[in-house]
């Protein structure tokens, strides 16, 4: 039996742990506490940083592991890759491509001016005064989950924004992006042997009083989206970073009917939106992904022109406080939902403002005409 060692125990790591024992590997954890689902559904943990690369190691070579991955995590996914590649482990991409895809402003570096690509600007001084024009988003250059985000709309802004962004940064760093006008979707798809072989697009519905944080991703094939545009400003993105293969996730602006690279990462998000894909087309991302990694058996996809529409919606809450679920009316006809904490239990930040606590699942309903 092979054995599998995910970094990570949030709840999207603990789906990726569900789905190899259901496919009948061993499974292992690690993180820096015993503070997720994945703890306690994988059959081995062990509570080591995951970016202490040597403890890794070594409990990596105790443990005779197959192979190292794991899901919605872009500060795993470096450490995940340059282990791999010095383990001779399977893997999809190189460090160097994870690397740059959890650092903006390698990956904004690398790509500039490429279809798709956003002007940008990198400081570590607060003072810094942007040549882009207003609005702009100030982000850490090596950020996940939102944090450290800000929407500035006036100059005089810039600098609590920047302070509060090098704040949360691991580097120092901030990026400022130009804002881009339009609506905001995700792309999932997968490469294999260089080719986008699957593409699926969902809109992004965020909170309006907090900007860019998730509320809802939809499924709906009847919106029309400028997909040339899409895939033309993916595929150059893949190109540029050197993304083969395996999974890759992308946030995306579309204004004047043209695509708009935010983020793009070779990884699952953190979203659980393999699991609304399943429910729209049947498409297991995650088994046919450690198919592929683990057998090295290329996958092939639904071609659906049927579907239902669906939609998830997730449950956020400010953090810091204790959380109450019978706050959150259940959507009607909902397929699945998910509590990330029990009632009662302490809300963790992540972003630090709005914090995801659980989702539903559930049919997108149209009206009628």
Known sequence: MKKVLILGVAPVQAEAIEKLKAMGYETHALAMKKDGPGADCADYFEAINIIDEDAVIAYIQQHHIDALYSVGSDLAMPVVNKLSEALELPHFVSYDTAYACNHKDVMRAQTKGIQGSVPFEITNDVHHQTQLDYPVFVKPTDGQGQRGITLVTQAHDLPEALAHAIAQSRAGAAIIERYIEGYEISVNGYVVEDKLQFTLVSMRETWAEHPGLIHKHIIDPDFDYPMASI????SAHLKTLHIHNGPVYAQVKVMNHEAYIIEITPRFDGCHMHKLIQYYNHDDLLEKTFTHLLEGQ???????????????????ETPKQPIDYYQFKVP????????????????RPVNGVFDKVGFYIYPLIKEED
Request: hydrophobic share 35%; glycine share 2%.
């Open 298 to 316: 290329a996958p092939t996809f639904t071609d659906t022109t049927t579907t239902q529409p669906v939609v998830l919606e997730f449950m956020c």
């Open 231 to 234: 895939q033309a400003a993916i």
């Open 332 to 347: 009607d006809h909902t397929l699945e939902s998910y509590r990330y904490y029990e009632q009662g239990e302490w809300i």
